[in-house]
């Protein structure tokens, strides 16, 4: 299956020669200047004043499939055929071995064909996780609260690291230690956390995360939160993983460091995700982190330290309430369903497969 973005057609972008660039851009350049030399300001006033709502309607989910045009259309005062002029155009790898970039068509087959890895949790077992010790950052609330629970659960010594903690994970002492006062932006804080720490954790997940609210557009973005989302989803693992590998602080060899990024990260999914773009820093953070990932696997698996990206799934938390109108229709699930399918695929880490970006919900890779 081929899957693109607006109606170039994949054989032309697939064939297409250095030449042919070439000369499109310079077609493209042409018609861009005579555009702007032939419109009035009305005109373009009133273009601008319609691309307004088409970017508010996008809104709707950095997972949904929004299969929407991504070419304002002519009027009757614009020459150009902008039916020509198209977003991002390039294919999604769709092996056998990726999961489908198409969430809602994805979640469909899921149901369709009874998948038992997608629409239940039976397959998990967590004795692997017995006397395990697990830290979660962000372990306060939404998936980082739940993969505590379960982690206890399954009998594993839980370090929780919080900026700020509440009654609900004070209350599972002893089997939990929290950490307060861990943000994950701060340098000293997250080295202030390993010295609170007297014994080598066997598994690290970096599920602490931040997601702006609005919809970034071109028209509407914010730079400050688009940095504040790159520190703490992309930068924000590395300051952990770094504080505590340099302090001894992760079990080696055997040692596992889960990355929770999200398929928001994957560029080759944008175009079906998101083909008329926006929510740049979230995307650009996952992206990032992602990345930082890949590189963590490299340095430390030589070392005995494996390293996964995990996408947990859709899961109703504060972080998607913004979603809820698309929960059902995309299958959605509560953060304890989300958390056993984290767990589950922490466990089938192995160094055969150290480095990937996986998608819990059906253990299938996402394409970068
Ligand atoms: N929910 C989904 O469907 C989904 C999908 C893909 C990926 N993810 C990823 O999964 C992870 C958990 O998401 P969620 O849905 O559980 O989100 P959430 O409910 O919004 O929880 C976010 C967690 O991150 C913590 N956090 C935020 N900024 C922090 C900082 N500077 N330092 C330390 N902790 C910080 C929060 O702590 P405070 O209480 O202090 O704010 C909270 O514990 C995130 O990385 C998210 O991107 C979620």
Redo the contacts with the bound molecule.
């Keep these: 299956m081929r899957i693109k973005s607006g109606a170039t057609s994949p054989r032309r972008v697939g064939h297409t020669t250095r030449a042919l660039r070439i000369s499109m851009a310079l077609e493209l350049a042409a018609r861009s200047s005579a555009f702007y030399l032939a419109r009035s300001v009305p005109a373009l006033a009133r273009r601008a004043a319609s691309a307004r709502p088409a970017a508010a309607s996008v809104r709707a989910s950095p997972?949904a499939v929004r299969a929407m045009a991504s070419s304002t259309p002519s009027s009757p005062d614009d020459p150009v055929d902008f039916s020509r002029f198209k977003g991002a155009t390039f294919e999604v790898p769709t092996d056998a071995k990726y999961t489908m970039a198409d969430q809602p068509a994805r979640f469909a087959k899921g149901k369709a064909e009874n998948n038992a890895r997608m629409l239940t949790t039976d397959y998990f077992d967590g004795s692997f996780l017995k006397d395990a010790r697990v830290l979660v950052?962000?372990?306060?609330?939404?998936?980082?609260?739940?993969l505590v629970k379960e982690l206890v659960a399954c009998g594993a010594n839980v370090i929780v690291?919080?900026?700020?903690s509440n009654d609900e994970i004070d209350g599972m002492a002893p089997a939990v230690q929290v950490i307060e006062g861990?943000?994950?932006?701060?340098t000293e804080s997250v080295k202030a956390m390993t010295r609170a720490l007297d014994a080598p954790v066997d598994v690290l997940i970096?599920?602490?995360?931040?997601?702006y609210e609005p919809v970034e557009t071109i028209e509407n973005m914010a730079f400050d939160e688009e940095l504040k989302m790159i520190?703490?989803?992309a930068v924000?693992p590395l300051r952990v993983a770094s504080a505590l590998y340099n302090a001894g602080l992760i079990a080696k060899p055997g040692g596992k460091i889960a990355m929770?990024?999200?398929?928001?990260g994957s560029v080759s999914w944008r175009v079906v995700q998101n083909p008329t773009g926006h929510d740049f820093g979230?995307h650009m953070s996952?992206s990032a982190a992602n990345m930082g990932g890949v590189l963590l696997a490299q340095e430390l698996g030589p070392r005995g330290i494996l390293v996964q990206m995990l996408?947990?799934?859709?899961?109703?938390?504060?972080?998607?309430k913004k979603y809820e109108h698309i929960w059902e229709v995309e299958g959605?699930v509560d953060?304890s369903v989300?958390a056993k399918r984290v767990l589950h695929e922490i466990g089938l880490m192995t160094p055969e497969r150290n480095g990937l970006f996986i998608n819990c919900e059906d253990g299938l890779q996402i394409p970068w």
Excluded: E, W
Excluded at 182 to 186: A, I, L, N, P
Excluded at 311 to 320: E, R
């Design positions: 997972i950052t962000g372990g306060n609330r939404g998936i980082g609260l739940a690291t919080c900026r700020k861990v943000d994950v932006t701060d970096n599920n602490a995360g931040y997601f520190d703490i989803c924000g929770i990024t999200s398929q928001g979230h996952k996408h947990p799934g859709f899961n109703k938390t504060g972080m998607t959605a953060a989300g």
